[in-house]
Structures are given as C-alpha cells and as structure tokens.
C-alpha cells in the first residue's frame, strides 16, 4: 500500500529559498521527525543500542541505509522565488505501514507557526488517499530521468521491493525478466547532508526496456535508494 498526502501552500508576501523548497522542507521534517520519536537524542542511530525499536530508524530506512518510507516529489530543478500570493503544493507518500504516521505532516506544518525558512504562508489544505494498485501488463520503455544506483533496473527496482515487503509489511510483486538502462549515463547530484547523516547520490540515468507486470504505484514514486529526494523518476515512452 502506498499513501499519497497532498499539501497545499500559499505565500501572501511572497517567498524566496536559497535552495530548492522540497529539498529544504524534507530535510526540516526529518529533524523534526526524529524529535518526535527518537528517545536517544545524543546517540549517533548506528551507535544506538535501541534502534531496532526506533521508529525514526524504522519510517527512515535505517536512518537511510535503506530505503525510506517517507518519500517527497522533488523535481530536479526547483524555483526559489514565489511571487506574493502564489501557491505551492507539495507531495509526499507513505509505504506500507509507515503510513501510519500520516498525521505527522499536518503536525509538522501546524509546528511552524505559519512561517517556514523566515517566509510566511497559510496552510491551505492537506489530504491524503491511497493510492489503488495498478499493474502494467505490456512491455515499454521507461526514461529514467533521475538517478537510480544501478543501470541494471529490474536489479534496483527488485531489491527495492524487497526491502519494502521485508520492512514496511507491504506486498509489492518482483520483476521476472531481467532488464537494464541503454547506454546508461552517469550522474552525481551535490552532497545532502541530513541531521544524522551524509547522503552521496550517484548512479545513472537513461532509457530501459520494461517488462509486463510492473506496478504504476513504484513508478509514481520513483525507483531506486534515492527516491526519497526524487531520485529513480520514470517518464513512460509506450
């Protein structure tokens, strides 16, 4: 199961960011995440004698050496400055049982106080739906517009499923057919530093031959160790 929350934003005055909004924003609401539930503030998660109990540990793929269950819409190249009323909307979705913590999002924002990175907004409204399986039963071609860690897809996507079965109880089914990006590309995007951790996103980009019986949910929500920032987005050429 897969849990799209749907927010959004409106900026009386006017907004500017010096960097991406989405990036920005995710990063707060994993500190703000891990406030809330980590009980061992002062540890390092991997020195931590309770994290198989933590549920920041869990929700944040092992504090991301995994594959978060908390997934943003980040597009590559993101403005930073809003004109005065103009409204923004954010995406974020929920894997398996991670969606239990949908209320987190309405918390977080409410946390503000009406005003995120020294810029006001109104909060217009917040929903979330989940997201109804949809299988894809005949061959395409997927561009892979954003990193994945492999060029071997069917290998990304699988192990991805898997970790989402194992860890967050879901039922996703795995490739059969082996499949792989054409003339892969590599790429590296700058360094992500989180409260717990340093993120290097390096992997490829490039079209691959995709097999019957993929699930339209992962493709929504990007394939691949870095879909949590955006990484692994397809654009579907039937």
Same mark, same amino acid.
């Given at each position: ?10 900026? !009386? ?5 010096? %960097?991406? @909004?989405?990036?920005?924003? *995710?990063? &707060? ?5 891990? =406030? ?31 594959? !978060? ?5 980040? %597009?590559? @190249?993101?403005?930073?400055? *809003?004109? &005065? ?5 954010? =995406?974020?979705?929920f894997v398996g ?108 980009i490039g079209k ?26 397809v654009e579907s050429?039937?």
């Amino acid at each position: 199961m897969i849990k799209h929350t749907h927010v959004i934003l409106t900026f !009386p005055l006017g907004a500017q960011f010096h %960097d991406g @909004f989405s990036m920005l924003l *995710y990063k &707060k609401l994993v500190h703000y995440i891990k =406030d809330l539930m980590c009980f061992n503030i002062s540890c390092k998660c991997n020195d931590c004698e309770h994290h198989s109990q933590c549920r920041y540990y869990h929700v944040f793929g092992e504090n991301f050496a995994g594959y !978060p269950g908390i997934i943003i819409k980040n %597009d590559l @190249f993101e403005k930073k400055i *809003y004109r &005065k009323g103009e409204q923004r909307v954010i =995406d974020f979705y929920f894997v398996g049982d991670v969606g239990l913590y949908v209320d987190y999002i309405e918390i977080f924002f409410n946390s503000l106080n009406q005003k995120i990175f020294g810029n006001f907004f109104y909060l217009n409204s917040i929903s979330t739906k989940v997201i109804q399986p949809s299988i894809i039963n005949h061959n395409f071609v997927a561009n892979f517009s954003t990193p994945i860690e492999t060029y071997e897809t069917s290998e990304c996507y699988n192990r991805m499923v898997q970790y989402y079965n194992q860890k967050y109880n879901s039922r996703f089914m795995l490739m059969n057919e082996v499949s792989q990006i054409i003339n892969p590309k590599k790429v590296e995007w700058p360094i992500l530093h989180f409260a717990t951790r340093t993120v290097y996103v390096k992997g490829y980009i490039g079209k691959s031959c995709m097999q019957p019986n993929v699930d339209q949910r992962l493709l929504t929500i990007g394939i691949g160790k870095y879909n949590y920032i955006g990484g692994g987005q397809v654009e579907s050429e039937d």
